[in-house]
């Protein structure tokens, strides 16, 4: 009970940070995290979407709006945002096969017809 308490003031500490300072990057951040680990998906996706705005060019932002997009379920823009996060650097592809919060997403034929894909560039690259 003490961590659910816990969670919740860390919720409301951050969403009344936010609202004094609605561009305030790391509280966003922590934000939205403290959302998708209650639960709290939709209001996570919020969150990842404002990021987005705000940090253009972050693949780890595309990357954290990809996870929320699958939790979510709307599998095709996730795979749209983790391409974007991909094509902006990032590269835990390790990471990205273990993620819960891309499950949604993994047992999807779009996703691994898109990462057969990714691996054959990689071995290309590689190979270079």
């Excluded at 009970?1 to 966003?28: G, S, T, W």
């Excluded at 253009?56 to 996060?85: R, T």
């Amino acid at each position: 009970m003490a961590k659910k308490k816990r969670k919740d003031l860390e919720i409301r500490f951050y969403e009344n940070l936010v609202k004094e300072r609605p561009d305030f990057i790391q509280a966003l951040i922590s934000l939205g995290d403290a959302y998708t680990r209650r639960g709290f998906y939709k209001e996570g996706l919020e969150i990842d979407k404002k990021l987005v705005k705000l940090k253009p060019d972050d693949p780890i932002v595309h990357y954290n709006l990809a996870c929320s997009l699958s939790l979510v379920g709307e599998i095709e823009e996730a795979i749209k945002e983790l391409k974007k996060a991909i094509l902006l650097g990032y590269d835990e592809f390790d990471y990205i096969l273990q993620d819960k919060d891309l499950e949604n997403l993994r047992n999807s034929p779009l996703f691994k017809d898109f990462f057969s894909k990714l691996k054959k560039l990689k071995k290309l690259a590689l190979n270079d």
